[in-house]
């Protein structure tokens, strides 16, 4: 009699430690991603594939033993040891470059006035294996598009665009555990109105934050302080205040110091 597999199919977080025995392959599909991960005794085999684009399922699916092989054009790498371990580590992350998200409809912000945005970017999954969670591939689960910000062709720097759209209500932003939430505070101190048509998040500098099955990024504070277009930004500690238990899962892949800050102010912004 034939055994079934076992597998997991959920919509919860999928973030967690999975094991893979020797001369297995086991099988992950996050969304539009899936990954095929084969242990031997000396060795670790990757293969991923996406399915079409506009795939916006959030299942997770875990398979100890894979149902079906990959693809043919799958992409595939290999990863030796001295010895494996069946430990097998998934971690969500932030993108590696910057992310560029726009407002529904254009914002004017009055003289004066503050507003808060709610935006969503997209995840990436991180393999790791061993005791020491030693880091294997870091796959994002969507491909994005690349895109310039900058004041000119000379002054900026190559980010994903983001599909999302900014909300101003955090009711109108859809669960989902593909994405992780940033809630952007704007404030305007120039004596005219400001325009908001695009903002940046600057994704390698921030940490992910688990509450209630959500992924949060610190808050962001992005001020206009005069009619000459200068901004200050600031990365807060922690997302804000209506996320209540948030628990750290991840750091930033890079650290900004003063000197990355105060160089990319003008940067985070942009509007007339």
């Known amino acids: 009699m034939k055994q079934p597999i076992p597998s997991q199919r959920s919509l919860e977080p999928w973030w967690r430690i999975v094991s893979v025995p020797e001369n297995r392959t086991a099988s992950i599909q996050i969304g539009p991603l ?30 100890e033993v894979a149902p079906n092989e990959p693809p043919d054009g799958a992409e595939r790498q290999r990863f030796p040891f001295r010895e494996t371990s069946p430990q097998l580590h998934l971690k969500p992350a932030l993108a ?7 407002p529904e409809v254009e914002l004017f912000l009055p003289s004066g006035k503050e507003a808060r945005l709610f935006v969503t970017t997209p995840l990436w999954l991180m393999l790791a294996v061993g005791p020491k969670a030693i880091p294997l591939a870091d796959i994002p689960l969507r ?5 310039w910000f900058g004041s000119s062709t000379r002054e900026g720097e190559v980010c994903y665009a983001s599909r999302s759209r900014a909300k101003l209500f955090l009711s109108e932003v859809q669960s989902t555990n593909l994405r992780a939430i940033t809630a952007v505070h704007v404030r305007n101190r120039a004596s005219g109105s400001f325009a908001i048509n695009r903002i940046k998040v600057p994704a390698p500098q921030l940490s992910l934050h688990e509450a209630d099955g ?7 504070s992005i001020a206009r302080t005069d009619d000459d277009g200068t901004v200050t930004f600031e990365i807060g500690s922690a997302p804000p205040p209506e996320v209540r238990q948030a628990r750290r899962i991840g750091g930033p892949r890079k650290l900004a110091d003063r000197r990355d800050l105060l160089q990319s102010m003008g940067a985070f912004l942009r509007g007339h």
Do not use: G
């Open 214 to 220: 959500r992924l949060w990024t610190e808050t962001l």
């Open 143 to 147: 491909r994005s598009s690349e895109t």
């Open 34 to 63: 899936q990954v095929w991960i084969a242990r031997t005794r000396l060795e670790w085999n990757i293969t991923r594939h996406r399915s079409s684009e506009e795939e916006e399922d959030a299942t997770f699916v875990y398979h």
């Open 96 to 102: 590696d470059l910057p992310l560029v998200v726009r």
